[in-house]
């Protein structure tokens, strides 16, 4: 194909979700009216959670459609969920296709929830997402399908916030062959769920009576379906292959007696009795078509390079062989999930290998060309003709991005070799690239590692221009691994030496900001550590060339990163004017990732020169100001740095609206780029008192800000901790943590963040200070009082004499002395000699 315009994008990505994952199951042959269940669904339908779960064959599905139409009601979404839907983006864009089959006019909202999906927090996209549900205008029902097939955490977790927040108005039944691990327990206990399980979902005699005389044309007699009943166990799925088996049959009930309702039973019999059975022709359609999740006749026509694939689909449709169709239209159908695992085991038997990924090859193909994306890639792998999947990435790979495919595309990658992928390096440095961002760096470095030794074995691999393209890159790349390792030295030096690449491919090495409120704790930050931001601004300074560099790897995201640094060490007017020029400059206009964060140091600084008025202006106008970038995430960091200001006047009553309007709950499932907000959630838990809910939100924020190397994170974490075990007066608690605040603050030179915590908060840390000392500071006290001098205590200590001289000012601070006579002994009074 040639290259994607925004118009094949839109096609590509509008056919990642084929129809037939949303349309409502059609109603089977043979279906029967189960009473007792269809009231215990109306029962459900009060609730929020419907969880209806079993193994296959027992009817799960045949039962919430047969209930949906006997709602009459026309206001039911339905997503049939597959393996290739664990993913955030995926999934939750499959429930917003599902909803707007449902109501055509959520189309006119669903590409602002598809843009929030792709670029906010979790939390923040399904807020969003809960709050245009609120907006339908009728009650709706949603069912997610086969949901044992989705194990990703991230879907999980955002499901569980769903459940949480959705408005009355919207219904979810869970149909799952197992338990799904979420709370249910606690969705149990606050009256939120109903659960069908297998027992229930058994066949009764009278339904066993009524099931006959749809799918047979024999009558049993009462102690011939009981026995039927026990032999079976009421399983929908044994019942039905049961029946048909008797058809003919004179002796009922001796063959009952021998027959089983196992699973291996139901296996055999699907094979013999039903496979077998079949011409040889049919046997071969269905064994090669079982290798397509959703079928139709030019899909199966391109598999099986047959001309009567109408035919033989409307034969098996007619037959009733397990050929289940999803649509209307009867275009699209499915094997039953028992049936389609039956035929794909038996082709592993019936073909080998090389014909098994032909099969897969044709679909690849089918799929490429009607824009079926997803789909196509998968079956090239499952082709391993790992060329061709590589291209059809490389060809889409714009388009791929744009939709939110980024974590289809990583688990694509990963099953590539590194040849197809060095080929490509738009696919090389976009998987190095995340696994260096993410903080994946062994993965990062192991990848590199093993790309220089393909190079270096590997001679005709690339021709010349491209094998330096490749040199030039793999500097870079090896620069942002040092930058995200916090190697400053050889970050420099690699770029220093990498320039000539830096001009054409400076995109390996620029920064992204992922969600952080606050740039400066994140990865482009070191994690707060202010020493690193220092060193490496002074590396920069010293050389144009330098900073000609840095420019091209920070843009923007450099001039923020400075601010911060400015800022903590208390230097306001240059922090804010260097700000102003970041907030200005063309290529950060429209990169939310430098504006938020720029904005929100800026109302700090206006608030630090106590203009606290300035700072909510400004603040309300960028709410306002980004509103046409659609990003729920960035809006709600504006919302929760508008609440601290409202906290900071005393205006309580604000984060209490803001908590409930934007469901803001404390939760041990916490996410870094959700941070500002919990934070501010534990402000306002403090101002109202509940200071037990705050703590134990804070020290599941410490756990996790240490895990991540957060040190910024880690001293505000630890200074509203001071002030939480200060209410519930607990002094032991509050020294404790104010030493560990100081102890990760000092070394770095933090002075803002303890200022910022405003008057009260300052004088509980002026009063906890003197038994406050760092392990370094307690050293240095004790060299004092043996009479060392600045340079014996340097040299013994392996540190320059400016850096003792630092120390020796801080204790004089935090002693209230002036000089060495003054701090031994007021340091005695206080027991720390």
């Known amino acids: 194909m040639d290259n994607q315009t925004d118009k094949d ?47 296959a064959g027992f009817g799960k599905t045949t039962l919430v459609g047969s209930w949906l139409r006997s709602s009459c009601s026309d206001k039911a979404a339905w997503v049939s969920l597959e393996k290739g839907d664990g993913d955030f983006v995926r999934f939750w864009s499959c429930v917003v296709a599902a909803i707007v089959q449902c109501f055509p006019d959520f189309a006119l909202r669903s590409e602002s929830i598809l843009m929030s999906l792709r670029g906010s927090s979790e939390e923040s996209a399904i807020s969003f997402l809960i709050h245009e549900i609120s907006e339908l205008p009728e009650a709706c029902v949603l069912v997610l399908d086969d949901f044992h097939t989705i194990a ?93 088996s008797l058809e003919g049959r004179s002796d009922i009930a001796s063959y009952l007696e021998s027959f089983s309702g196992s699973n291996r039973y139901i296996i055999d019999y699907l094979v013999d009795e039903v496979l077998n059975r079949q011409t040889e022709d049919i046997q071969s359609f269905m064994l090669q078509t079982s290798i397509l999740n959703h079928i139709c006749s030019p899909l199966a026509q391109a598999v099986t390079e047959r001309e009567d694939t109408g ?13 289940i169709p999803l649509d209307d239209t009867r275009t699209w159908y499915r094997y039953h999930h028992l049936f389609g695992d039956m035929l794909r085991a038996r082709l592993q038997i019936k073909m080998n290998r090389a014909e098994i990924e032909a099969l897969h090859w044709r679909a690849y193909q089918w799929y490429e060309h009607n824009g ?67 903080g994946q760096i062994h993965e990062a470095k192991s990848l590199l590692e093993r790309t220089l030794r393909l190079l270096a074995t590997s001679e005709g691999l690339l021709p010349p221009e491209a094998r330096r393209d490749m040199e030039l890159r793999m500097g870079l790349y090896r620069a942002s691994v040092a930058f ?98 970041a907030l200005t400059m063309p290529p950060t206009q429209h990169n939310l990732g430098v504006i938020t964060p720029g904005i929100i140091l800026l109302s700090k600084i206006f608030r630090a020169k106590n203009d606290v008025a300035g700072a909510e202006t400004l603040i309300r106008q960028a709410i306002q100001d980004i509103q046409p970038f659609h990003s729920p995430h960035w809006q709600l960091l ?18 209490e609206r803001w908590v409930l309007r934007r469901h803001i709950l404390a939760s041990d499932k916490t996410s870094v780029s959700r941070e500002y907000v919990n934070l501010t959630l534990a402000r306002l838990l403090i101002e109202q008192e509940q200071t037990d809910d705050a703590v134990h939100l804070l020290l599941h924020l410490e756990k996790e800000a240490k895990l991540a190397d957060r040190l910024g994170s880690r001293i505000e974490i630890h200074l509203l901790l001071a002030t939480a075990y200060e209410i519930q007066g607990n002094p032991a608690k509050v020294a404790e943590s104010l030493k560990e605040a100081h102890e990760l603050a000092e070394p770095e030179g933090y002075v803002r963040i303890f200022q ?63 000089n060495r006579i003054q701090a031994v002994s007021r340091a005695k009074q206080l027991q720390l000699l």
């Not at 590509?12 to 669904?41: F, H, M, Q, Y």
């Not at 338990?179 to 066993?208: C, M, N, W």
């Not at 906290?647 to 604000?654: E, F, K, N, T």
């Not at 008057?759 to 004092?784: F, Y």
């Open 756 to 818: 910022d915590e405003g008057k009260p908060r300052a004088e509980l840390l002026t009063h906890s200070l003197p038994i406050s000392l760092t392990n370094r500071e307690e050293t240095v006290l004790r060299l004092i009082a043996e009479g060392r001098s600045n340079e014996e205590i340097a040299r013994g200590l392996y540190l320059s004499e400016g850096t003792v001289k630092r120390y020796i000012h801080h204790l004089y601070q935090k002693l209230e002395a002036k």
């Open 152 to 244: 990703d955490a991230r879907i999980l977790e955002s499901i569980v916030f769903f459940i949480h927040h959705i408005p009355n108005r919207l219904q979810l039944p869970i149909i799952s062959r197992t338990l799904p691990p979420l709370p249910l327990s606690r969705f149990k206990l606050q009256g939120q769920l109903a659960h069908i399980d297998a027992d229930e979902l058994r066949f009764k005699s009278d339904e066993i009576d009524a099931l006959q005389n749809r799918v047979s044309t024999m009558t049993l007699t009462s102690e011939e379906i009981a026995l039927l009943e026990r032999k079976t166990e009421g399983w929908a799925a044994g019942l039905i292959l049961a029946l048909l």
């Open 9 to 55: 994008m839109l096609h590509i990505s509008r056919n990642r979700v084929l129809s037939s994952k949303i349309a409502l199951p059609r109603p089977r042959d043979g279906e029967v009216v189960r009473t007792r269940l269809l009231t215990r669904l109306d029962e459900g339908g009060r609730l929020k959670l419907t969880v209806i779960t079993a193994p």
């Open 638 to 655: 504006l919302e929760a740095c508008l609440v601290r200001l409202r906290l900071v006047q005393g205006d309580r009553a604000a984060g």
């Open 484 to 581: 995200y390792q916090g190697d400053i030295d050889t970050f420099v030096q690699l770029l220093d030496e990498n320039l000539e690449g830096l001009e054409k491919f400076s995109s390996i090495v620029k920064v992204v900001n992922l969600g952080e409120a606050l740039l400066y704790r994140g990865p482009i930050g070191f994690g707060g550590r202010l020493s690193k931001m220092e060193e490496l601004s002074a590396k920069v300074a010293s050389s144009e060339r330098r900073q000609r560099a840095l420019h091209y790897t920070l843009e923007g995201y450099g001039y923020v990163f400075l601010a911060d640094l400015y800022y903590e060490r208390n230097k306001l007017d240059e922090a804010q004017a260097i700000l102003r020029q």
């Open 311 to 323: 035919r033989m689909l409307d034969l098996l449709d007619r037959s009733h062989l397990f050929f």
């Open 372 to 438: 079926s994306i997803r789909e196509a890639i998968d079956h090239a792998l499952e082709a391993r003709e790992y060329e061709g999947a590589a291209e059809c990435i490389e060809r889409h790979f714009s388009a791929i991005i744009k939709s939110g495919e980024e974590a289809a595309l990583l688990r694509w990658l990963a099953a590539l070799p590194l040849e197809s992928i060095i080929l490509r390096p738009d696919l090389f440095y976009f998987q190095a690239g995340k696994m260096a961002a993410s």
